[in-house]
Structures are given as structure tokens and as C-alpha cells.
């Protein structure tokens, strides 16, 4: 039941963001246009461009507001936590690389974005800030890992949590490779034990 | 001196290139026209555009032309050769990164690249197949680092490749930080030390 009287900002906002998701993730990019936002969620098309000037600033939002759902979760087993977590990024990208239904093993709508925040200076300063935030979590969920013992007192953190969520990436906008849980396993191991031979 | 009568098509094309690779440079990716590469190389518009049916599939090319100069040296020290091709990875990056001369940390030309292989099905398939050979290269020096006992027997090869380059592209194309030499050696160091507590 939608609550009576003039509904809050934030929840025009959240009907906004579904209404948009919903249409980029059936018809891809070119199929969600701010016109038809508009109509289906009801607001006029002035209070929506006076959010959000372009597409391309909708879509930007539509994908932070999916992201804030990618909790990190700390066991206190950081292998875990970490295939967990990397699990979760990649089952984004996954949907957003096959948006509108895309068959190829392009980047879809992942490439869009990406796009989007080169060209706008905005944008990008956002999807950055946006970034920062949430990889933050990350580095403190690796800095626990540290503190506890786990990991090496002397770990670059940074360097660390780029390389594993980097390679999603990359495989994503770049090699077209499929990413996946087994994928994040792989990485994990990886970027923990090392590739030095034993000694 | 250029040589009597018709050139050859590979003369040409690399005409073509060098003239567009000096344009997105000094312009960036909006600055470069098809129409203004034609009249520069001396060449038929129609000659460019049945080589090179968009923009898109031009400056494509010329990174590919770019891509092709970065050897990889094999010293015999894994270390270095890593350090020394990552290095190489990012300066093309940057270089791409500031064309037109941008001031912000945005990916740039980077990103129109990116939107480019994911908009156009015949780019993606030949961005993707360049970087399947460039990796091959990539791969097949961790192989023989890995047979001559420097690496561990059972490696990842492919993981471990993924979270090198991965790690820049990421930086460069998402979280809009810098990449150079020496957060290439804080990659190669994290990737092949392991961040396992000392046992």
C-alpha cells in the first residue's frame, strides 16, 4: 500500500530507481529512457531531470543503490569473507554484462557505465566517491584479518583488494571471461598463498 | 621520403593510425574525426571508412597498433619481467588516460573504448582476441618462470596474470586512482609474496 498524501522524496526516489533497474535489466541501455521512467513511476519528467540531468546520471544511481545491497560479511575466516564478497560483486557485474537479454560476452551495460563516468565530469567524481566507500569496507574487513593474525603483518591492503576485485573487473569489461563463484575461489587462493615456489 | 607511385595498404594504414593516434592524443577521443584523418593522410574518405566503418573501429585500431610495441623481456627474473611489463601496461594506460589533455582522474579515452567494445559486436570480438594474444605472451612467460622452479609448481597462471593487469585496469577505469612503476611493484610483490601469515 503506498502511504497516503504527498510521498517523501526517498520514496520517489526508490520507486524511480526500481522502475529504472527493471527497464535496463529487461531491454538493456538503450531500451530505459528517462521519458518512460517518468510515466510508469507517475512523476513528472521535470522533477526527474531536475534529479537526475541525463540517462546517464539515472543509471549511475540505479547501480549505487544496488550496490549499498552488497553487505560484507566477516565469519572471521577472511578466505571466506572474501569469496563471499567477490561472489557478490561478480553476480553484479554478471547482471549488468547480460542486461537486455545481451548473448555476447560484452560488457553490456557494465561498458556503458563506464563510459558514462569518463564523459561526465560529475558522474565520474560520484561513481569514484562511491568506489571509495565501498571499498573501504573491504580494506577494514582485510585490516581485521591482519590485526587477528591471519594475514601478514606487512600486507599492502590496497594492492591486495585491487587485484581481486580488479581481475573481476577486468575479465568483465575487458577479456570477456566469466566470472564466477569457482572464478572468486581461484583468486582468493591465489592472491593469499602467493605464486613463489616453497621453501 | 615516402615511396614512388602506390603505396601499399599497410603503408597507408600505418599513415592512417599514426595521423589518428596524434589527434586523440592531442584532442581526446571527441577530437579525432574520420573525416579529419582522410584529409591528413591524403586518403580517400571513402578509402577510411570502408577500412574502418565508425570512429569507434578507428581508435580501436590504434590502440591496437599501440599494444603491439609493448614487448615483454624475459631476464630470467620473474620479478623484473612483471615489474617491467605491468610498467609498460600503465604507462599506455595514462597515456590514454590524459589524452586531450585531461585534467581529471576520469579513464578518459579509456572508457570510450570500453563503451565502444561493448556497443559494436565486431569491436568487442576483436578487443577481445588482441588481448587473448597479448595475454598468451603474458601467460607464457609466468610458464616458464614456473618450469625453471622460481614459481610454485601449481600455480594459477591465469588467475595470477588476471590480478596484475587486472589491478591497473581497475585503478585506472574504476576507483580513478594512479598506476606507475611503483604500484607495479607493490602488485608484483603482493601477488607473488602471498598475504598469509608467515608460518
Request: glycine share 8%.
Amino acid at each position: 500500500m503506498a502511504p497516503r498524501g504527498r510521498p517523501r522524496d526517498a520514496q520517489v526516489d526508490e520507486r524511480v530507481l526500481r522502475i529504472a533497474a527493471a527497464l535496463i535489466f529487461e531491454r538493456g541501455y538503450a531500451g530505459m529512457s528517462i521519458d518512460e521512467v517518468a510515466e510508469q513511476a507517475g512523476v513528472a519528467k521535470t522533477t526527474l531531470y531536475r534529479r537526475w540531468p541525463t540517462k546517464d546520471h539515472l543509471a549511475v544511481a540505479v547501480v549505487a543503490r544496488l550496490q549499498e545491497d552488497d553487505e560484507i560479511t566477516d565469519t572471521g575466516d577472511i578466505r571466506v569473507d572474501l569469496v563471499n564478497y567477490l561472489d557478490k560483486i561478480a553476480a553484479g557485474l554478471n547482471r549488468m554484462r547480460l542486461a537486455g537479454h545481451n548473448q555476447t560476452p560484452s560488457a553490456g551495460v557494465v561498458g556503458e557505465l563506464v563510459a558514462a563516468a569518463a564523459k561526465h565530469d560529475d558522474i565520474g567524481r560520484l561513481t569514484r566517491e562511491q568506489y571509495g566507500r565501498r571499498n573501504a569496507i573491504a580494506l577494514a574487513l582485510i585490516e581485521r584479518a591482519r590485526l587477528r593474525g591471519e594475514l601478514r603483518a606487512d600486507l599492502d591492503a590496497e594492492a591486495l583488494f585491487d587485484q581481486l576485485a580488479g581481475a573481476l573487473y577486468y575479465r568483465v569489461i575487458i577479456t570477456g571471461a566469466p566470472v564466477d563463484r569457482a572464478y572468486a575461489e581461484r583468486l582468493v587462493a591465489s592472491a593469499l598463498e602467493g605464486n613463489l615456489t616453497c621453501h
